[in-house]
């Protein structure tokens, strides 16, 4: 599938200069060609939504609105599901906590992105330690939902993809498990829904949560999609207009506020239409596509990856559920003797490839990842770090649709 970017060229200190290798999609992919040109068809229409009587107005309204029903049908959600347009998906998971009910626990893993791992701290919250299959992710899940019984709602939230190894998370039989509990679950498909179809119906979770920007959408717009009830019940995650339907002074000098009961209650404020309008045309241009075919292309890539890194006796990728895992177009490394900062930029500047170094914003993870097994990584990793600190970091490589075979192969032969 054709993205944008791919003629970038980069000076490499070696001399000369290189088309760019953008292999860093699970922070952010490249755009859609095709997004691209909805987006541009549009832009010069652009108008408010649900706020004028005018030609343009009422076409951005349309516009919105069929984006929320392309979303509905891309994420094949349940007929009475609402799809609320937010910033990103850590926003929408500061959205669903704010809507917990009083008295919620949670449940959450030590492994997840922070966005999953930390917007509950208003909640009663438990960690579950990194399990190293599938089966015991289950298993450890069942365990702390049947200790801590009895309760009133809960709500475990888990990843579908992991942004640190790739790894797919068992989430049908984690939603069983909640559900036979009577928790409910929220499932974080910021690095799924690029990769594999999301289905709420056949996953049976209650929300799903992703963002436009790694969905090849890159215009500031996510979605968290799901049940109704928790987030009617809830205030408005912002309070102004959009979400307020009526509002009236009252005669003792305050104010009444009628909120809206459908999505419009979280979506204060004039919405970004580009974005969202990215989004369901990212969502159209997979499923024509087809994820048959992008995750078989994607496999290809994979395994080029993952043999070309095997051979590099150095070199340890980094995994919770072994190598027979199913995964995504996500791999996150360590090279022994090198600092995985230095590496990064080495892949940069010597070979115009773009991937992350760090601990992508999941440090229990990665903390478990290397910390059972320190890797010499040389030193400070950490902007800020002390001289002679250690750092547990790594390097992640990640690509997906329009990533063609000559950027993997030569990451693979620039680590090499
Ligand atoms: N969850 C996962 C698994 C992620 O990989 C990311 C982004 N790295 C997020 C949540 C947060 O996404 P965003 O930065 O778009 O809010």
Redesign the pocket.
């Known amino acids: 599938m054709p993205v944008l970017g791919r003629d970038v060229t980069v000076p490499l200190v070696t001399g000369g200069e290189v088309t760019y290798a953008a292999l860093d999609y699970?922070?952010s992919a490249p755009a859609l060609q095709r997004v691209w040109d909805d987006v541009a068809a549009y832009a010069p229409y652009y108008g408010s939504v649900h706020r004028g009587a005018g030609y343009l107005s009422q076409l951005s309204t349309d516009l919105f609105e069929n984006s929320r029903r392309t979303v509905h049908e891309f994420l094949d959600c349940r007929d009475d599901d609402q799809v609320v347009f937010t910033r990103?998906?850590?926003?929408s998971l500061n959205l669903l906590a704010a809507a917990l009910p009083a008295g919620c626990r949670v449940f959450v893993f030590e492994t997840e992105?922070h966005?999953?791992l930390l917007p509950w701290s208003d909640a009663d919250v438990t960690y579950l330690d990194a399990p190293r299959t599938p089966a015991d992710a289950v298993r450890t899940l069942e365990r702390a939902l049947a200790d801590r019984e009895p309760y009133g709602p809960a709500l475990v939230c888990v990843?579908g993809a992991s942004?640190v190894t790739g790894e797919l998370w068992p989430v049908r039989e984690l939603a069983a498990a909640a559900h036979a509990h009577g928790a409910r679950i929220v499932l974080?498909a910021?690095?799924l829904a690029p990769h594999h179809p999301v289905s709420v119906r056949d996953l049976d979770v209650d929300w799903v949560a992703f963002?436009g920007?790694?969905l090849y959408a890159p215009f500031g717009s996510?979605v968290l999609a799901g049940r109704a009830d928790w987030l009617q019940a809830a205030e408005p995650y912002l309070a102004g207009g959009g979400a307020s339907r009526t509002v009236a002074r009252r005669a003792d000098g305050g104010v009444d506020v009628e909120w809206h009961t459908t999505a419009a209650r979280h979506e204060a404020g004039s919405p970004n239409v580009i974005g969202v309008y990215a989004i369901a045309s990212a969502c159209k241009a997979l499923t024509e596509a087809g994820f048959d075919a992008l995750v078989a292309r994607e496999r290809h890539l994979i395994d080029t990856v993952r043999a070309g890194l095997a051979e590099v006796p150095e070199v340890r990728v980094l995994s919770l559920f072994g190598d027979d895992a199913p995964r995504v177009g996500v791999i996150s490394f360590v090279v022994d003797g090198w600092n995985s900062s230095h590496f990064a930029a080495a892949l940069s500047a010597e070979y115009g490839i773009g991937v992350r170094d760090g601990l992508f914003?999941a440090h229990p993870l990665v903390r478990t990842l290397l910390g059972s097994d320190p890797q010499d990584v040389g030193e400070c990793g950490a902007p800020d770090a002390a001289p002679g600190e250690r750092s547990l970091n790594a390097i992640r490589v990640s690509f997906g649709a329009g990533t063609p075979d000559e950027h993997v192969e030569r990451f693979v032969t620039a680590v090499r």
């Not at 990103?88 to 926003?91: C, I, M, V, W």
Request: overall charge negative.
């Open positions: 699970a922070a990103s998906t850590t926003d992105h966005a999953s990843t942004n974080d910021a690095q963002s920007h790694k996510g914003c």
